[in-house]
């Protein structure tokens, strides 16, 4: 079954400290998205991509980059860590395929920022 | 903006019992909203449960059933009788049919369903 994967799964990280969180998908789809969800909030969007070597701002990106390298890949990466990037991140992948639009998340990766 | 507001949780419903979790939305940008519920399970990713894309129609899945009512702009999660494998945290969100389609959560809603 195609899949999206996240890794690492938690990540304890440093204030000031490069963070970089990965996500790999097998649907082939073209596009991706990284949200982060806190709680009391919803998913809200960070950034997103529509293929492979761009990448967009989202509604939250301030703090982020994002890396689309190929089609399966995409990368967020916090520079410089802050303890309000303390967070679950999801990153998804969608496509429209004759049908409604659907996303598919990966399970998730807990960052704690010290 | 586009915003989606659903029951505040946790909630924790007996086996067996009825349950209903509120969502309601504002599309200001969007002319034709889609509209889903997607739950998380413990540990996993967010699943699509059920998704509905034309007002009046009602989607359903696993159980779970919700109505797209662009009258009073709402799509409850309607569920008449729950399992302990219910539990979860349940989110209502917004999307647009488009060729990229940004979705707005509603805040997630936890439900515990106990013996």
């Known amino acids: 079954e195609a899949a999206v994967t996240q890794s690492p799964r938690n990540k304890v990280a440093v204030t000031g400290g490069k963070v970089t969180l990965s996500c790999n998908q097998t649907?082939?789809?073209?596009?991706m998205y990284w949200y982060r969800q806190d709680t009391g909030h919803g998913l809200r969007l960070i950034h997103y991509?529509?293929?492979?070597?761009?990448?967009e701002k989202g509604d939250i990106p301030d703090g982020y980059k994002a890396s689309r390298p190929s089609q399966e890949n995409f990368s967020l990466i916090l520079e410089l860590a802050t303890p309000s990037q303390t967070s679950v991140y999801f990153c998804?992948?969608?496509?429209?395929?004759?049908?409604?639009?659907?996303?598919?998340f990966g399970p998730g990766t807990r960052l704690t920022v010290l | 903006g586009d915003s989606v507001t659903q029951t505040e949780g946790p909630v924790t419903v007996s086996e067996s019992e009825s349950l209903i979790i509120n969502c309601t939305y504002s599309?200001?940008?969007?002319?034709?909203?889609?509209l889903f519920w997607y739950v998380r399970y413990p540990g996993e990713g967010l699943q699509l449960l059920l998704k509905?894309?034309?007002?009046?129609q009602k989607g359903s899945s696993r159980g779970f059933e919700a109505t797209y009512n662009k009258e009073t702009t709402s799509f409850h999660l309607q569920k008449a009788s729950v399992q302990e494998s219910d539990s979860a945290v349940y989110y209502c969100?917004?999307?647009?049919?488009?060729?990229?389609?940004?979705?707005?959560f509603g805040q997630g809603t936890s439900l515990s369903v106990v013996p």
């Open positions: 998804a992948s969608g496509e429209r395929l004759g049908g409604p639009y659907e996303q598919y």
């Open positions: 649907n082939n789809h073209n596009n």
């Open positions: 991509s529509y293929g492979a070597g761009s990448t």
């Open positions: 599309a200001t940008s969007i002319a034709y909203p889609n």
């Open positions: 509905v894309i034309t007002a009046g």
């Open positions: 969100a917004l999307g647009e049919a488009s060729s990229f389609s940004k979705l707005v």
